[in-house]
């Protein structure tokens, strides 16, 4: 194991666990929130994975999920502003 998948089980131990926790429960505004810290915190977790495996090819999935994790929080926030 190289330090670039030690790297990646030490944000996905520590930043997508609370993140889940924090989308699953709160408030609707709290629940926004932990999406997008989940949204982010995958990003960088794929992008360590692909430096980890040495597959430059595998940063196509991370760069996507950006502009889908940007576009979701928009329709989000669209949705949440109907409702208040």
């Known amino acids: 194991m190289n330090l670039w998948l030690l790297a990646a089980v030490i944000l996905i131990v520590g930043a997508i666990a609370p993140a889940m926790l924090l989308t699953s429960r709160g408030d609707e505004v709290r629940r926004l929130i932990g999406l997008q810290l989940l949204g982010s915190v995958t990003v960088l977790v794929m992008v360590v994975l692909a430096q980890g495996f040495g597959q430059p090819q595998y940063l196509i999935v991370p760069l ?21």
């Open 64 to 84: 996507m999920l950006v502009v889908l994790s940007f576009a979701g929080t928009l329709v989000f926030v669209r949705l949440l502003g109907t409702r208040r």
